[in-house]
């Protein structure tokens, strides 16, 4: 089933803390979330938000690719876990320059 873009920055908005939530209790991990990633970035690149919110010193430069997830995501591997510690952020970062 494919959806409008819109609904999904609208799903991915509201889902955005319960993803947040089962992060926490370890439920899902950073791969989990990537699709919501891409689409709440719309495209965009938002790197400029994700270094204003350090993103990059919180976690790590494997990380700032989620933040213009348009341009590729390199494999996904363990050293991608900690990147799950400023989903918050990035999800903040997309959020941002959303037009719905």
Same mark, same amino acid.
């Given at each position: 089933? $494919?959806?409008?873009?819109?609904? *999904? ?14 992060? /926490?209790?370890?439920?899902? !991990? ?14 965009? /690149? ?7 919110? !350090?993103?990059?010193?919180?976690? !790590?430069?494997?990380?700032? $690719?989620?933040?213009?997830?348009? $341009?590729? *995501?390199?494999?996904?591997?363990? $050293? ?8 918050? /952020? ?11």
């Amino acid at each position: 089933m $494919q959806y409008h873009p819109s609904l *999904l920055l609208l799903d991915a908005a509201y889902k955005s803390n319960e993803i947040r939530a089962a992060m /926490d209790r370890g439920q899902c !991990g950073i791969f989990n979330v990537v699709p919501f990633l891409e689409c709440a970035s719309q495209g965009k /690149d938002n790197s400029e938000c994700c270094r204003h919110r !350090g993103i990059v010193q919180k976690t !790590g430069p494997q990380c700032e $690719q989620f933040c213009r997830p348009a $341009q590729g *995501l390199s494999s996904l591997g363990v $050293q991608h876990i900690v990147c799950g510690n400023a989903v918050g /952020d990035m999800l903040h970062c997309h959020h941002s320059g959303v037009r719905i």
